[in-house]
């Protein structure tokens, strides 16, 4: 059978509840009730050993948008074995300016490796300023938070007023990327996530990256058509 860790929503430590979705500040968004919105479709986790004896697991969320990572301490019970979550944070997704349909995952060395999927269009709308960066940084209504494309980034959630303040913020080209967390230690020895968009390997809809025993050869997989 399986064994649950942890479920969407627990508070165990950093500043909001696991699985929240949360804008470049690390604040909560809103649901339209005023609530925050917290993700129930984490698509990946991985586990991962850090120095020190610590265990990370990294969890990242498909849907809603924007996507977000997650960094959690695993304790393991030295009689047993069983694992269990200690605590839990959000990664600060800032310097990549936000993830988007975190689809499948995979391990690489120290590293977790996800998979943007459902990369906007840059030849037509998806070029424009979407709702989507409108969340990441802070610029949404009630309304557009509570509005969830089906499938993710295909739709798009409505603009604020301030449009031309998220054009400025918006890159058609940053969704579509393998991305990188490798778990470090943090300040006070709490763990950390270091996190890279791969873009050597392509922009598509990537489902996941697989790296071959050989540790040259990367399989990419692809969730929509090309």
């Keep these: 059978g399986y064994t649950n860790l942890i479920d969407e929503?627990?508070?165990l430590g950093g500043s909001l509840p696991f699985m929240t979705q949360y804008d470049a500040a690390g604040r909560a968004i809103l649901s339209a009730d005023g609530s925050p919105a917290v993700s129930n479709?984490?698509?990946?986790?991985?586990?991962?050993?850090?120095?020190?004896?610590?265990?990370?697991?990294?969890?990242?969320?498909?849907?809603?948008?924007?996507?977000?990572?997650w960094i959690s301490e695993v304790e393991r019970a030295a009689?047993?074995?069983?694992?269990?979550?200690?605590?839990?944070?959000?990664?600060?997704?800032?310097?990549?300016?936000?993830?988007?349909?975190?689809?499948a995952g995979s391990v690489f060395g120290?590293?977790?490796?996800?998979?943007?999927?459902?990369?906007?269009d840059c030849r037509g709308a998806g070029a424009a300023a979407s709702g989507d960066t409108a969340?990441?940084?802070?610029?949404?209504?009630?309304?557009?938070?509570?509005?969830?494309?089906?499938?993710?980034?295909?739709?798009?959630?409505?603009?604020?007023?301030?449009?031309?303040?998220?054009a400025k913020l918006f890159s058609c080209y940053n969704m579509g990327a393998i991305v990188e967390v490798k778990p470090v230690k943090g300040a006070?020895?709490?763990?950390?996530?270091k996190t890279t968009k791969l873009r050597t390997m392509g922009r598509m809809?990537?489902?996941?990256?697989v790296v071959a025993p050989d540790r040259k050869t990367v399989m990419l997989t692809a969730d929509d058509r090309m």
């Design 110 to 120: 120290d590293a977790h490796l996800g998979g943007e999927e459902y990369p906007p």
């Design 41 to 69: 479709f984490p698509d990946a986790i991985t586990l991962h050993s850090v120095s020190g004896g610590k265990i990370a697991m990294i969890s990242h969320t498909e849907f809603p948008q924007p996507g977000g990572i």
């Design 135 to 166: 969340r990441f940084y802070g610029y949404y209504s009630g309304a557009a938070a509570a509005s969830v494309p089906n499938p993710p980034n295909k739709g798009d959630y409505a603009l604020p007023a301030n449009a031309a303040a998220v």
């Design 205 to 209: 809809s990537h489902e996941t990256a």
């Design 9 to 11: 929503g627990a508070v």
């Design 188 to 193: 006070g020895g709490a763990l950390d996530g």
């Design 79 to 103: 009689s047993s074995g069983a694992l269990a979550v200690k605590a839990t944070r959000q990664l600060d997704l800032a310097g990549v300016n936000g993830v988007g349909a975190m689809c």
